[in-house]
């Protein structure tokens, strides 16, 4: 069994404008022409309005040299602590199907 997370995870748009925007002095539109994508999603992306698509995970990934999947784990995260810890009122509504 998972432990749950009492803080809520970074957005990885934050990670990614703290962590490599930041130390390499770019802006929003220098690194959306680098990686191919709008200024305007990038934007909306690092200022946490958007979610990390597989699309945007991979174009970052290979402009850091990291991983697609590290970019998705932080989204995941993200979307579980959410979905756990907001409340929903249709989810009071869901029935166990086990025995």
């Known amino acids: 069994m998972a432990r749950k997370r009492n803080r809520k ?4 748009g934050l990670v990614f404008k703290l962590d490599v925007m ?8 220098q690194v959306a022409k680098a ?9 909306l992306f690092v200022n946490e309005h958007i979610p ?11 402009a850091t040299k990291t ?5 998705l784990d932080m989204q995941i995260a ?7 810890n907001q409340p929903n009122k249709a989810m009071s509504k869901v029935r166990t199907l086990a025995a």
């Not at 930041?22 to 539109?29: A, D, G």
């Not at 990390?52 to 290979?62: G, V």
């Not at 993200?78 to 756990?84: G, I, P, R, S, Y």
């Open 9 to 12: 995870p970074s957005h990885p």
């Open 22 to 29: 930041e130390p390499l002095n770019l802006n929003v539109t």
């Open 35 to 43: 990686i191919g994508v709008s200024r305007k999603h990038l934007s």
């Open 52 to 62: 990390c698509s597989k699309d945007l995970a991979q174009r970052i990934a290979i």
């Open 67 to 71: 991983s697609m999947r590290s970019w």
């Open 78 to 84: 993200l979307d579980v602590w959410e979905a756990e």
